[in-house]
């Protein structure tokens, strides 16, 4: 809590801010506190083979891919998904899924991109 309490100190108010790395519920729960209705979280998923293969350079083989998402801090991110405001498949390009969040903004941050 305290790193998030460190966060969202030093955010400007009076701008739009994108945040990174979500873990935790409590991530979540400092956050929305803070922000209210002003606060929207995207959860991001993509296929562990996607993943894997972006992280080659970060993880050579399989087996490290995999004890790395099997740490304790990995364990609660799938928790997150039901509290987002939208969920998106970032299974393809980067091109792919900034069209994917250029869409969702367009929209007033509703609906639901696959």
Sequence with gaps: ???????????????????????????FD?????FGVSFDMIFLEARAECRFERMRARFPTRAAFEAAESQPVEAY???????ASVTISNDDSLVRLYQRLDEWIAAGGAGDYK
Excluded: V
């Design 1 to 27: 809590m305290e790193l998030n309490s460190r966060l969202i100190a030093g955010l400007d108010r009076s701008r739009n801010t994108a945040i990174d790395g979500l873990r935790h519920p409590s991530d």
């Design 30 to 34: 400092s956050l929305s506190s803070a």
């Design 77 to 83: 991110i799938d928790s997150l998904k039901p509290l």
